[in-house]
């Protein structure tokens, strides 16, 4: 069975940076289109930003384009999510998710695979 286990998350100021990983336990990494998603208290989990399998297409919710950054590496099963000029709207528990059915998708539905989450907090 496939499992996703994030790391990196924490408590940063606002205005400050974090990096999450989500390392991927399968061979089959790279046939995984890979997302995260956050949830904050009493909200619904949302998208944040997605990849593609092979690497050449990226999404951002409006919400964290032109901060966050989505990558991967299929060498390490490792997707990563750099956060910089973070807000303290940001703070949630942060997932990531996979899928090998669809390429870059967007909706929580649509992941069949994920991870236990890790929390981010952002400091005003």
């Known amino acids: 069975q496939v499992q996703l286990v994030e790391s990196g998350g924490g408590l940063v100021q606002a205005g400050g940076s974090l990096r999450l990983s989500c390392a991927v336990s399968?061979?089959?990494?790279?046939?995984?289109?890979m997302g995260w998603f956050r949830q904050a208290p009493g909200n619904e989990r949302e998208f944040v930003a997605t990849?593609?399998?092979?690497?050449?297409?990226?999404y951002y919710a409006d919400s964290v384009k032109g901060r966050f950054t989505i990558s991967r590496d299929n060498a390490k099963n490792t997707v990563y999510l750099q956060m910089n000029s973070l807000k303290p709207e940001d703070t949630a528990v942060y997932y990531c998710?996979?899928?090998?059915?669809?390429?870059?998708?967007?909706?929580?539905?649509?992941?069949?695979?994920w991870g236990q989450g890790t929390q981010v907090t952002v400091s005003s």
């Open positions: 990849i593609s399998r092979s690497d050449d297409s990226t």
């Open positions: 998710a996979g899928t090998t059915i669809y390429n870059t998708p967007t909706s929580v539905r649509l992941y069949d695979t």
């Open positions: 399968s061979r089959s990494f790279s046939r995984y289109a």
